[in-house]
């Protein structure tokens, strides 16, 4: 059982920058793939970025590619999202999803390969 904290959501003007925080609970935080995922409102969850259990793989949705880094630092369990020039369609609630990996370099994007999730963190980018 993986349980997950996210932290650091808030509200921001466009183009400015927030970080993300999702605290895992337990030993086995490194053997398991890590996602962030959003949600707006009246809108399905959709798939933000993903990293590796060793981090040293990587994806992003086209949307945010260029202006967020997702990282990890299993001696913390704990994985970041670094969000930067944000604009206003990034306003929604950020997810953070774990799912146990055999793969040191899986990765996964979709919503149904995650297995545990944390409760969510609000970001509103204003105009």
């Known amino acids: 059982q993986v349980q997950l904290v996210e932290s650091g959501g808030g509200l921001v003007q466009t183009g400015g920058s927030l970080s993300l925080s999702c605290a895992a609970s337990?030993?086995?935080?490194?053997?398991?793939?890590m996602g962030w995922f959003r949600q707006a409102p009246g809108k399905e969850r959709e798939f933000v970025a993903t990293?590796?259990?060793?981090?040293?793989?990587?994806d992003y949705a086209d949307s945010v590619a260029g202006r967020f880094t997702i990282s990890r630092d299993n001696t913390k369990n704990t994985v970041y999202l670094q969000m930067k020039a944000l604009k206003p369609e990034d306003t929604a609630v950020y997810y953070c999803?774990?799912?146990?990996?055999?793969?040191?370099?899986?990765?996964?994007?979709?919503?149904?390969?995650?297995?545990?999730w944390g409760q969510g963190t609000q970001v509103t980018v204003s105009s």
């Open positions: 999803a774990a799912v146990f990996s055999n793969g040191l370099l899986r990765i996964v994007t979709t919503t149904n390969g995650y297995n545990y």
């Open positions: 990293i590796s259990r060793n981090g040293g793989n990587t």
């Open positions: 337990g030993r086995t935080f490194s053997s398991h793939t």
